[in-house]
């Protein structure tokens, strides 16, 4: 190494051409990936939403094998978007893909949206439902498919921020998780009463199997599940009657 | 003057590729592995080492950033003021661990959000900065080339290798998330509600411990020990 | 006060930085020797990881965010922006331990540098940005980070101390042992999992 001591307007000058040329490479760089990454992240959402109806797409599609503009031209053919205030009405002109839950669950209760996704295939309708709560760490969150019955589940996403990774996060790694979901009733007596039972389902209606070990995860996503689901009871009231 | 252009015509005689560069990309891969052997870059990527697909993913960005870093240090070595060396060596490789991560965002979504901050954090990984110190600093791009490359695959060597350990016993699978997923257990769909219709082979049921951080440092250890019994003069007199 | 002592607890011990993330590995096993150095590295440690986490969310929030200074998103910056923050503040505890301890100077020697590569510290600002934590929690999450990490390292120099009297295969011997260790410290670590963060918010 022959490195000698500089002079100072050597070495600013030098940083001041480093940083440039760094900046510069970097906004480049950005601005040649921004249009790709905003379509992976679009696509990533619409996936998960797709997945709670995946054994209902007909034609046995699988979400997981269609390509990326196989599940925007299904996305945009067979999801209507809604968004809803807390009363259940309908706010116009807004799409339920812009909402987001971790921006809305910081707004005052009487001010927030919901985003409500409906599926249609030829013979039904689903409703997706968005519900957000606390796992052990940190936020998790999911996808509810509800059958045009407006009670059974006909599938259900989960995800998760950082829960434990073989315990909690099994929620989303897991596929036989959600899968227990499917099936499953939602109400009773008009009370959400649908639930994650550590140490195994009694009521196998309403209930599903705790993973053991994520005890508070598991709880978490009780808690989310009623909470989150109670919130879009006034609209399904009224598209019943 | 004659002795100049004899000293010209040596240099131009190396070879593109000789034995010596060969021993630059092969050595790290055994004899001198950062990861068991230099005690390098043992940082954070071993966090996402429960999978195989998204470890694959990480030791190919590791090998790029270090590999690119070893070269355009290499160039502009001689001008790097001494002051200032260590902020000079950490933008480069900053901006190469940002070009990475942006390229990745755009390539393949899901693995990003897998890798999240384990990514940005290959900037902090000593097998970048120790290579840059011990090898860039004083060598010609191309072999600094070839020598970031070594080293990256030395390093993601270990990574897969304790990856492909932890998921088969861990989740019974390979690949997973990937296209080329293999489900090696029989009926992967139940197997943490009840472990006991679900086993590999009729026998072996997932191991939980497996998936958990502390299982990729003994595995790491035991690989140590095996690389070290196999590889005497390796082992540590204190 | 309940929040700051949840990211407290919880980093400091369930999640600690080491033993569940393995940030700042390699200093880790580089000066777990002896626990003299290991207790003045793993200071060093808290204090800079206190110092840049609030550093960095500032830059992150008025800087580099949309609705920050500039108007515009500027976060493919971060990772360098937040190197060059720890890297000038770690010189400055470099000159500063140097001025007032030359005894502890000497003895981290060429440590104190390494702690700008140190995972622990980029980790921690990477961690809080992915975890949207605000101000109060950025501050808990560095203090409780250090904390958890000088806990690791003191244990680990200090369990390398006494280990080094027994007869451990001599393939074992220093780095693959230091693994080994760690990894049941580790576990030890994870029964502490059965604390309830949400305690102490109530």
Redesign the interface.
């Known amino acids: 190494?022959?490195?000698?001591?500089?002079s100072n307007k050597?070495?600013i000058t030098?940083?001041i051409i480093?940083?440039v040329v760094?900046a510069v490479?970097?906004a480049g760089?950005?601005e040649?990936?921004l249009s790709?990454?905003t379509k992976?992240?679009e696509?990533?959402s619409k996936r998960s939403v797709l997945l709670t109806v995946n054994d209902y797409l007909g034609k046995g599609l699988n979400v997981n094998d269609l390509s990326d503009d196989e599940v925007l031209k299904m996305f945009n053919e067979q999801v209507e978007q809604v968004v809803l205030n807390i009363n259940g009405e309908v706010v116009p002109n807004l799409l339920a893909e812009k909402i987001d839950l971790s921006v809305e669950k910081k707004k005052a209760e009487a001010d927030r949206l919901l985003p409500l996704f409906v599926f249609k295939n030829e013979k039904e309708k689903f409703y997706i439902l968005s519900v957000r709560g606390s796992g052990l760490w940190d936020e998790i969150w999911g996808n509810i498919a509800v059958k045009s019955d407006l009670n059974t589940i006909a599938g259900v996403t989960f995800d998760h921020k950082g829960e434990?990774?073989?315990?909690g996060a099994?929620i989303k790694d897991?596929?036989?998780?959600p899968?227990?979901f499917i099936g499953k009733q939602i109400f009773k007596d008009g009370e959400v009463a649908v639930l994650v039972r550590k140490g195994g389902s009694q009521d196998k209606t309403y209930e599903v199997?705790g993973?053991?070990?994520a005890t508070i995860t598991c709880d978490g996503v009780t808690e989310m599940l009623q909470r989150g689901i109670a919130y879009y009871l006034p609209y399904l009231e009224t598209i019943e009657n | 003057m004659a002795e100049i252009l004899e000293k010209v015509k040596i240099e131009e005689k190396e070879p593109f590729f000789g034995p010596k560069e060969k021993k630059l990309l092969l050595d790290p891969l055994m004899d001198i592995n950062p990861i068991?052997v230099q005690?390098?870059?043992?940082?954070?990527?071993?966090?996402i080492t429960?999978l195989v697909y998204p470890s694959i993913v990480m030791a190919i960005s590791v090998t790029l950033v270090t590999a690119f870093s070893n070269f355009f240090t290499s160039l502009v070595?001689?001008?790097?003021?001494?002051?200032?060396?260590?902020?000079?060596q950490?933008?480069?490789i900053?901006?190469l661990?940002?070009?990475v991560?942006?390229?990745l965002?755009?390539?393949n979504?899901?693995i990003w959000?897998q890798l999240?901050?384990y990514i940005?954090?290959i900037?902090?990984?000593?097998i970048v900065?120790g290579r840059l110190e011990a090898y860039a600093?004083?060598n010609k791009p191309w072999r600094s080339f070839l020598d970031g490359i070594g080293n990256g695959l030395g390093y993601g060597a270990i990574l897969v290798i304790v990856a492909i350990i932890r998921e088969i016993l861990?989740k019974g699978t390979l690949f997973a998330g990937s296209p080329v997923e293999i489900k090696i257990i029989g009926n992967?769909?139940?197997?943490?509600?009840d472990t006991t219709t679900s086993t590999m082979f009729g026998w072996y049921a997932n191991n939980?411990l497996m998936?958990?951080?502390?299982?990729?440092?003994?595995i790491?250890?035991?690989l140590?020990?095996?690389h070290?019994?196999i590889n005497?003069k390796l082992?540590?007199i204190? | 006060m309940g929040d700051f002592l949840n990211v407290f607890i919880k980093t400091a011990f369930v999640e600690n930085m080491i033993?569940?993330?393995?940030?700042?590995?390699?200093s880790y096993?580089?000066v777990s020797?002896s626990v003299k150095t290991a207790l003045g590295l793993g200071i060093a440690v808290i204090f800079v990881l206190g110092i840049t986490m609030p550093m960095n969310w500032l830059i992150n929030e008025y800087l580099l965010k949309e609705t920050g200074f500039f108007g515009m998103d500027l976060t493919?910056?971060?990772?360098?922006l937040f190197?060059?923050v720890i890297?000038a503040l770690v010189q400055l505890v470099e000159m500063v331990v140097e001025k007032f301890s030359p005894s502890l100077y000497n003895a981290l020697g060429i440590f104190l540098?390494?702690i700008?590569?140190?995972?622990a510290?980029?980790?921690g600002s990477?961690?809080m940005?992915?975890r949207e934590l605000d101000l109060t929690k950025s501050v808990a999450f560095g203090l409780g980070g250090g904390f958890g990490w000088f806990l690791a390292i003191v244990a680990l120099a200090a369990i390398r101390e006494k280990i080094q009297y027994s007869n451990v295969?001599?393939?074992?011997?220093?780095?693959?042992?230091?693994?080994?260790l760690?990894?049941?410290m580790?576990?030890a670590f994870?029964s502490l999992m059965g604390i309830d963060p949400a305690a102490f918010t109530k």
């Open positions: 190494m022959n490195l000698m001591e500089s050597y070495i030098f940083i480093m940083t760094a490479s970097l760089m950005r040649l990936t790709a990454s992976n992240e696509i990533f434990t990774p073989g315990l099994e897991n596929p036989a998780f899968g227990q199997d993973i053991s070990g | 068991t005690i390098l870059g043992v940082c954070s990527a071993l966090a429960s070595r001689e001008y790097i003021p001494k002051q200032v060396r260590m902020i000079v950490l933008v480069i900053a901006t661990v940002t070009i991560e942006l390229g965002k755009a390539l979504f899901p959000k999240s901050v940005g954090l900037i902090t990984n000593c900065m600093m004083a861990g992967n769909a139940t197997y943490l509600i939980n998936v958990l951080p502390a299982a990729a440092l003994f790491i250890g035991i140590i020990w095996i070290r019994t005497p082992v540590d204190s | 033993l569940s993330y393995f940030l700042g590995m390699c096993l580089a020797k493919f910056l971060r990772f360098i190197i060059a890297a540098p390494l700008t590569v140190n995972c510290i980029l980790g990477l961690f940005i992915s295969p001599p393939a074992l011997r220093g780095l693959g042992m230091a693994f080994i760690t990894g049941l580790g576990m994870m």
